[in-house]
């Protein structure tokens, strides 16, 4: 057999084109569907698990999917408000920790994650240089925002503007960054975190400004015993610094400041239970169940995936039968070789042999490229879960 | 390669796998006063101190802010948060008393507000001062007087919320809470307030600050409050506070003679508001920063000191 | 194999009563051949030759046992080729049975040495018998004058060169009996008269019986014997050298 063998190898290489030529045929074919499946089960892996380390989101009355896609990969949405006070209502309950989440703003494009330290625990994120964001106006940044920004702890950077025509209010706040967490393979890596208060200033709602009693009064358009109202020209602080923070405050009730969600970390399976039962039979707002929604949305695609797989087989199949006919017709070119073969004492059906070992070398190297190929665009390629 | 490559993409975008039943969420494991996190109480004021102590043992009980700092300028720097966001609870009088939690990322579920204590209607009121500028709305700062611990009753509400709060910093096999003898000591405080006002016997306090307005309520104490906003430094006091104050000390027999400190001491005015006005001037702790003794025994020592002090009829 | 289909002399080729017949698709009578008696003893050549369709490539695949005869005994190298089944057969021709074609039929995806190794490659040989192989296809090159040709493919060679790669891989096996069939009619005269020279002196070093099939009457004088096809069922294979 080791003779056969012999030949078929020596055959094949020096057939190098047509070899390579088949080889990367089926490499090609083989490396489509396992890429892609390869990508769609990591994918869908991470989808999961992500949904299902999360057990519960709380949010404001609307489409589940938007909350659940929002709270958990940050992915842009409109979500209506829930008031903070709301979180310490639900604190209060004692049945579970309360996590708040803000996700409105941008900076140099990456979602803006106001949140509390509570978050950074639950996920595991430790900085890796630096701190967590902790005082108003700092953010710490996920592994691939610091990466693409090139920023360390100490910078400084930009919040995306968002109310051009304000002139009252600074295009954008420049905040500093305090710390760097490391790369976590989930979206978290694409995240710029901060404190809740600080995207409070982001919305306008909390600013700092000079003291009303030190104001040019050229900026003074009125003033009376217990009000003064200023002129619009009157510019906030863009920078929160150690000299500045003192004159940072809240308008209004800070128990109404706004959030996007709030992740539930229940006591308890039973306590999620009852919360979660609590919560929506109330009405005033509504708890998800992230594992169960991202269960119903994979199952509406799942559909639509079969379609790609049959694709996939077809496209495999027609790639055999292709290749199936370049042996054939090699098969035949080579009858006169096979019939010298048959003559000098070759075992029956050596023909079958050579073709048959060769066709299994095609394979077999075609097998380790689509398989080397698929190890290298999953290495490779950008992490999809974390840009979902 | 068209066709593999949109099968790519789409599936790529369209993933979904059915071998993966959708699994129902699970109890986190998230170290909820628990886990790495110290058994310590972190505090950065006197009550705080005072009803953590009560409830946990002081032992367990860590400052974060240095002695005598006060509570309304002091900024906790990075140490003092890192110490606040590693302790099992953070217990905070609230913002208006600790205007830096406006600005501090304190763990929601680990931060208790003493505040949350207070009913709506037992917080006093004062001017207000509402502003307005660009396209914002009106906004209002300052208004409510902050030190309500100075209240007995709404010390024992604090202090109850305290201890319920509080629970979960002793774990399981850890030193279990200490005796409660709280109560107590806020009933002697109650009846120290309580001879003050007999003392008084309808005459009225002069303060320079409104941080008395809790104490005088409790005790039926009329308060006259003249917002001097002298800051021990030698700074010039404010004309029509020292014109307030001339009119209040001419009313003989109304008041007990006395010009009550609840902040720091200008002795430079207190010396003229003993020759011109025949004030004497009086200090008094309200134990808001932390300091050697708690704000309870500061606060019994400072009412038994102004009852001293009470130029007899 | 049975074990009395095997001698332990070495011999060359005995074919004795043997019948052969097949139908012929063109309508015309079958064709048969019958022999009555042929041996070769070891170092013995003998060229056949007749008319064509007379059967010289028939008696040579009998011999090869390529075809297996209806009636009679075919030994080669003392083992009784009709008594073996065709894995058996085949296994014994790759062993015992040099063959040279007219068109050579050197596998043009391999150099020289390997074509010259392929009966051993084909017949499963092991690393030793491979290396040993190698050596004697070493030889066997020099003695045919293309030692330096080895690494070459057929299409790098001349119709001569090829030739001796025929030759060579016709012997490597140290075959009983070396059969060729029409080796030469490819080749110049010279070139022929230089490659039978060749197959003889190489055969009969060898002590391989040799069985050529040739046109070419000038080169019959230098075989031991000639045998004309289509005597042999008058027992003519049996006859003297040069009849």
């Given at each position: 057999m080791s003779g056969i063998l012999y030949l078929a190898w020596r055959h094949a290489a020096a057939h190098r084109a047509r070899t390579s030529l088949l080889v990367a045929c089926v490499a090609l074919a083989l490396w489509v569907p396992w890429t892609a499946g390869a990508l769609a089960g990591q994918y869908d892996q991470a989808l999961r698990s992500r949904a299902a380390e999360t057990p519960l989101i709380i949010g404001a009355p609307g489409n589940r999917y938007d909350l659940t896609l929002a709270a958990l990969y940050f992915r842009p949405s409109q979500l209506e408000t829930i008031p903070y006070q709301e979180l310490e209502r639900l604190q209060e309950g004692g049945r579970a920790t309360f996590i708040p989440l803000h996700m409105r703003f941008t900076a140099r494009g990456y979602p803006i994650v106001a949140t509390s330290v509570e978050y950074a625990e639950f996920r595991g994120l430790q900085p890796a240089e630096g701190r967590h964001a902790l005082r108003l106006g700092e953010v710490a940044l996920g592994a691939d925002v610091a990466a693409a920004?090139?920023?360390?702890?100490?910078?400084?950077?930009?919040?995306?503007?968002?109310?051009?025509?304000?002139?009252s209010r600074p295009p954008a706040l420049k905040m500093r960054v305090a710390g760097v967490y490391p790369p976590a393979g989930t979206p978290d890596d694409g995240a710029v975190f901060c404190d809740v208060r600080t995207a409070w200033v982001l919305e306008g709602i909390a600013h700092g400004h000079a003291p009303a009693e030190e104001i040019d009064e050229a900026l003074v358009l009125s003033r009376a015993d217990e009000s003064v109202a200023v002129s619009g020209a009157l510019m906030e602080y863009a920078e929160v610094t150690e000299e500045n923070e003192g004159?940072?405050?809240?308008?209004?009730?800070?128990?109404?400041?706004?959030?996007?969600?709030?992740?539930?970390?229940?006591?308890?399976?039973?306590?999620?239970?009852?919360?979660?039962?609590?919560?929506?039979?109330?009405?005033?707002?509504?708890?998800?169940?992230?594992?169960?929604?991202?269960?119903?949305?994979?199952?509406?695609?799942?559909?639509i995936k079969a379609f790609f797989d049959l694709v996939g087989v077809f496209l495999l199949g027609t790639t055999a039968l292709l290749v199936s006919l370049v042996f054939l017709l090699s098969s035949r070119l080579r009858g006169a070789e096979m019939r010298t073969l048959d003559r000098i004492g070759a075992p029956r059906r050596v023909g079958a042999g050579l073709i048959g070992i060769e066709a299994a070398l095609v394979l077999l190297l075609a097998g380790a490229l689509a398989g080397g190929a698929t190890a290298a665009t999953l290495r490779w390629l950008p992490d999809l879960v974390s840009t979902f | 390669m068209g066709t593999a490559h949109l099968v790519l993409i789409s599936a790529l975008l369209l993933a979904g796998c059915s071998d993966h039943g959708a699994t129902t969420s699970s109890p986190t494991g998230f170290p909820s006063g628990g886990g790495e996190l110290r058994p310590v109480v972190a505090v950065a004021s006197g009550p705080a101190e005072l009803l953590a102590a009560a409830a946990v043992g002081p032992e367990r009980v860590e400052r974060?802010?240095?002695?005598?700092?006060?509570?309304?300028?002091?900024?906790?720097?990075?140490?003092?948060?890192?110490?606040?966001?590693?302790?099992?609870?953070?217990?905070?009088?609230?913002?208006?008393?600790?205007?830096?939690?406006?600005?501090?990322?304190?763990?929601?579920?680990?931060?208790?507000?003493?505040?949350?204590?207070?009913?709506?209607?037992?917080?006093?009121?004062?001017?207000?001062?509402?502003?307005?500028?660009?396209?914002?709305?009106?906004?209002?700062?300052?208004?409510?007087?902050?030190?309500?611990?100075?209240?007995?009753?709404?010390?024992?509400?604090?202090?109850?919320?305290?201890?319920?709060?509080?629970?979960?910093?002793?774990?399981?096999?850890?030193?279990?809470?200490?005796?409660?003898?709280?109560?107590?000591?806020?009933?002697?405080?109650?009846?120290?307030?309580?001879?003050?006002?007999?003392?008084?016997?309808?005459?009225?306090?002069?303060?320079?600050?409104?941080?008395?307005?809790?104490?005088?309520?409790?005790?039926?104490?009329?308060?006259?409050?003249?917002?001097?906003?002298?800051?021990?430094?030698g700074s010039h006091p404010n004309d029509d506070a020292v014109r307030r104050l001339a009119e209040l000390a001419g009313q003989e027999g109304a008041h007990a003679g006395v010009l009550v400190w609840p902040g720091p001491l200008d002795s430079a005015f207190a010396e003229k508001a003993r020759q011109e006005l025949g004030l004497r001037s009086v200090d008094f702790d309200l134990g808001a920063s932390l300091a050697g003794s708690d704000t309870l025994t500061r606060l019994t020592q400072s009412t038994a000191r102004l009852r001293a002090a009470i130029a007899p009829e | 194999?049975?074990?009395?289909?095997?001698?332990?002399?070495?011999?060359?080729?005995?074919?004795?009563?043997?019948?052969?017949?097949?139908?012929?698709?063109?309508?015309?009578?079958?064709?048969?051949?019958?022999?009555?008696?042929?041996?070769?003893?070891?170092?013995?050549?003998?060229?056949?030759?007749?008319?064509?369709?007379?059967?010289?490539?028939?008696?040579?695949?009998?011999?090869?046992?390529?075809?297996?005869?209806?009636?009679?005994?075919?030994?080669?190298?003392?083992?009784r080729l009709d008594r073996l089944s065709d894995g058996e057969r085949r296994r014994e021709r790759a062993r015992q049975v040099g063959l040279v074609f007219q068109e050579f039929e050197l596998l043009d995806y391999l150099s020289?040495?390997?074509?010259?190794?392929?009966?051993?490659?084909?017949?499963?040989?092991?690393?030793?018998?491979?290396?040993?192989?190698?050596?004697?296809?070493?030889?066997?090159a020099a003695a045919v004058g293309i030692a330096d040709l080895l690494g070459r493919l057929p299409a790098q060679l001349s119709q001569g060169e090829r030739q001796r790669v025929a030759i060579?891989?016709?012997?490597?096996?140290?075959?009983?009996?070396?059969?060729?069939?029409?080796?030469?009619?490819?080749?110049?005269?010279?070139?022929?008269?230089?490659?039978?020279?060749?197959?003889?002196?190489?055969?009969?070093?060898?002590?391989?019986?040799?069985l050529m099939v040739t046109h070419d009457h000038g080169l019959l004088d230098r075989f031991d014997r000639v045998i004309d096809v289509t005597t042999l069922a008058r027992g003519a294979g049996s006859g003297g050298p040069n009849e």
């Open positions: 920004l090139g920023l360390r702890a100490g910078d400084a950077l930009l919040s995306d503007p968002t109310e051009l025509y304000d002139i004159s940072f405050h809240y308008h209004g009730d800070t128990a109404l400041l706004p959030l996007s969600a709030v992740l539930a970390l229940p006591a308890s399976r039973k306590d999620g239970t009852l919360l979660k039962s609590a919560v929506n039979a109330e009405g005033s707002f509504q708890a998800v169940t992230p594992a169960a929604v991202i269960g119903d949305l994979l199952g509406v695609v799942f559909r | 974060v802010a240095p002695e005598g700092a006060p509570l309304d300028r002091w900024r906790p720097d990075d140490d003092a948060l890192d110490a606040m966001v590693s302790a099992r609870r953070v217990l905070v009088l609230g913002d208006e008393a600790e205007p830096w939690l406006q600005r501090a990322g304190l763990p929601p579920s680990r931060t208790v507000r003493l505040d949350a204590a207070i009913p709506e209607a037992s917080w006093i009121e004062v001017g207000s001062f509402a502003h307005t500028h660009g396209g914002g709305e009106s906004h209002t700062h300052g208004g409510v007087v902050a030190e309500a611990w100075t209240d007995p009753a709404l010390l024992r509400a604090m202090a109850q919320r305290t201890r319920g709060q509080l629970g979960a910093v002793l774990g399981e096999g850890e030193a279990s809470a200490p005796a409660w003898t709280l109560g107590a000591r806020i009933d002697a405080y109650a009846d120290e307030l309580d001879a003050l006002a007999e003392a008084l016997d309808g005459r009225a306090l002069i303060a320079t600050h409104h941080g008395m307005e809790y104490l005088c309520r409790a005790a039926g104490i009329r308060l006259e409050v003249t917002e001097l906003e002298l800051d021990g430094g | 194999m049975s074990s009395d289909a095997a001698s332990p002399l070495r011999t060359g080729a005995d074919l004795r009563g043997v019948s052969f017949a097949y139908s012929r698709t063109d309508g015309t009578r079958p064709f048969r051949l019958e022999i009555e008696e042929l041996c070769l003893a070891p170092g013995e050549a003998a060229a056949v030759i007749g008319p064509s369709g007379s059967g010289k490539t028939t008696l040579v695949h009998l011999c090869a046992g390529i075809l297996v005869p209806k009636t009679g005994e075919v030994s080669v190298g003392g083992v020289a040495l390997d074509n010259i190794l392929v009966p051993l490659r084909i017949r499963g040989a092991n690393r030793a018998e491979l290396r040993s192989g190698r050596a004697r296809a070493t030889e066997l060579a891989r016709a012997l490597v096996t140290d075959p009983a009996l070396v059969l060729c069939d029409e080796p030469t009619g490819n080749l110049d005269p010279e070139a022929a008269s230089h490659a039978v020279d060749l197959l003889l002196q190489q055969a009969r070093a060898r002590g391989a019986a040799l």
